[in-house]
């Protein structure tokens, strides 16, 4: 049974480098966040720089990591340009990392993901993710760490 998985594996790979076109690109980006514990919704911003102006970047997942957690945590809300139809991710209560990579991500023949959420970026050649959550009143603060990728075939 693994030899057959390492085979699939390895084919897969192998169309999935062959499917991307020379001049399309998969980035990441990590940023840190902070969130203060008031007991209500807290949203706190952050921006990635550095995009092309009018670019349409493809986000294929991300991933949130709590680092600092004394506990009171409710919810984190992991969003693209703060809109909720935009939505990459969600941590729980009991959760302190969370991952995504979107089902079906892959090249088709037209060399975009077939998965995706799509964004646009605007002239400042910022693209701003939100973060929204809540914690307990009197513990504090809790921090942690937002990664995304990022397809774009230009």
């Not at 959550?133 to 942690?144: D, E, P, V, Y």
């Amino acid at each position: 049974m693994w030899n057959r998985l390492a085979l699939t594996l390895g084919l897969s790979s192998l169309c999935f480098a062959l499917a991307t076109p020379a001049d399309a690109s998969i980035s990441s980006r990590i940023r840190n966040f902070t969130i203060t514990c008031t007991g209500l919704n807290q949203t706190a911003s952050i921006d990635f720089t550095g995009f092309p102006a009018a670019s349409v970047q493809n986000i294929l997942g991300g991933e949130v990591t709590l680092f600092e957690n004394h506990g009171g945590f409710q919810f984190i809300l992991l969003r693209a340009q703060g809109d909720s139809t935009k939505q990459i991710l969600s941590l729980s209560l009991t959760d302190n990392r969370a991952q995504v990579v979107f089902p079906g991500v892959g090249f088709s023949p037209a060399s975009f993901p077939t998965a995706a959420i799509p964004v646009t970026i605007p002239a400042s050649g910022i693209l701003n993710v939100t973060v929204d959550g809540a914690c307990n009143t009197g513990t504090g603060q809790i921090q942690g760490n937002v990664t995304i990728w990022l397809y774009n075939n230009p």
